[in-house]
Structures are given as structure tokens and as C-alpha cells.
């Protein structure tokens, strides 16, 4: 059984906690913000009809696909000392957290911009459109609709991934429990406590992507 003294130990550490949560919440809506909008460019560059933009978007994502987040995370931090390049632990984190899901979400944008119907793009252009404006005025704002449901479940993987920041020293929510739980030597207390952190933003964000989806009527939403 788990003692109410370490109970109680835990909530002294609330406001240490709540600090944590904080820089969670702050790195997390940084990255998934600028995620998107990485994501958006690289989309763009892949269905580009220059074969430069096309093949370097190629290679970042296959890049950040295919190599695990806290890898890149490393690099970042630790292995660009060795190129005398020193990086703050935040600043690391988050531009981190903005390549890496930048390239899901990319793939993302890039599926549904190409489900938009070619009629739709003929159509544009007869009426003299150019390639900008039926991408701005037509093909963008139906792909930002079709694209809420599975570009929210990687914003959602953006917030729980942030944890991995405590491996750069951040101090998030992950980083100020690992020290709380090691100074006390009270362990599973401070998990279930971190758990239930996460839990409840990641159900705020469902709750939110529920709404988004009622909102804008989209088929198969919640």
C-alpha cells in the first residue's frame, strides 16, 4: 500500500509540480504551433513542381521519420558541441519537438491537399486562378477541415512527447518529478501523480478536437 505520508509529500510539491506543467504546456503549444506551420511549407514543397523543393522535402522527412525523436533531441543538445554550437535546453527541445513532428504533419497536410478533386483545380483555373490562389482560396481550406481529426492525435503526440525534454534538462513536468521523487525517495506517488497530469491535458485536448469536429460538421468526428 502506498503511505499517506508520501501522499502528502507529493501535494507540498503542487506548486513545484504546477511550475513544471507550466513549461509543459508553453514548450508543447510552441512546438505543435510551429509544427503546423513547418508542416504546411514542407507539404507545399513536396507537391512543388520545382524537383529541388520536392526532393529536400523528401529528405527531412524521411530523416525525421525514420530516427527516434530523443535521438534528435541528443543531437541537438549534446552532439552540436562538438561543432562549438551550444544550444539553451529549451530552445533545443522545442526546435526538437518542431522538426520532428513538423515531418508527420507535413505527410499530413500533403494526403489531404492531394484528396481535393482535380475538377476542383480545373475549375480554378478557368476561371484564372493561378496555382497560389486556388491553393490559398479553394484547395487549403478544405484540406485544414479533412486534415483535423489525424493532424490533432499528432498534436497530441507533440504534448506527451515533450516529456522527452527532461532528457535535455528542461525543467518540465517530467523533468521536476524525476527530481521531487529522487530527492524524497518517493516514487510511485509522484508517477501516478505525473500520469494524471497528462491525462488531464490530453483530455482537455480531445475535448477541444470533440468541438472542432461538431463545429465544422466533419464525418466521423465525436
Known amino acids: 500500500m502506498l503511505a499517506s505520508r508520501d ?43 520545382v524537383k529541388f523543393l520536392d526532393r529536400t522535402a523528401r529528405v527531412y522527412v524521411s530523416f525525421f521519420r525514420g530516427t527516434p525523436l530523443l535521438v534528435q533531441l541528443l543531437m541537438l543538445y549534446y552532439g552540436l558541441t562538438s561543432f562549438h554550437i551550444v544550444m539553451d535546453p529549451f530552445p533545443a527541445a522545442l526546435i ?14 500533403r494526403a489531404t491537399i492531394l484528396s481535393i478533386s482535380e475538377g476542383q483545380w480545373e475549375a480554378a483555373w478557368s476561371l484564372g486562378m493561378t496555382r497560389p490562389q486556388v491553393l490559398r482560396r479553394i484547395v487549403l481550406p478544405q484540406a485544414t477541415r479533412i486534415s483535423i481529426p489525424p493532424l490533432w492525435n499528432c498534436l497530441i503526440d507533440t504534448l506527451k512527447s515533450s516529456s522527452l525534454a527532461s532528457v535535455v534538462t528542461v525543467p518540465e513536468l517530467t523533468r521536476q518529478v524525476e527530481e521531487q521523487s529522487a530527492g524524497q525517495f518517493v516514487f510511485m506517488p509522484y508517477f501516478i501523480t505525473l500520469a494524471a497530469f497528462y491525462w488531464a491535458m490530453v483530455g482537455l485536448m480531445g475535448w477541444v478536437q470533440e468541438w472542432l469536429e461538431k463545429k465544422l460538421e466533419i464525418p466521423g468526428g465525436s
Not at 96 to 106: D, N, Q, R, T
Open 96 to 109: 526538437g519537438l518542431i522538426l520532428h513532428f513538423g515531418a508527420y504533419i507535413s505527410e499530413i497536410f
Open 7 to 49: 501522499w502528502n509529500i507529493v501535494i507540498g510539491s503542487f506548486p513545484v509540480l504546477a511550475e513544471g506543467a507550466l513549461v509543459t504546456i508553453y514548450l508543447s503549444l510552441a512546438a505543435m504551433l510551429g509544427a503546423v506551420v513547418l508542416g504546411l511549407v514542407v507539404a507545399l514543397m513536396r507537391i512543388s513542381k
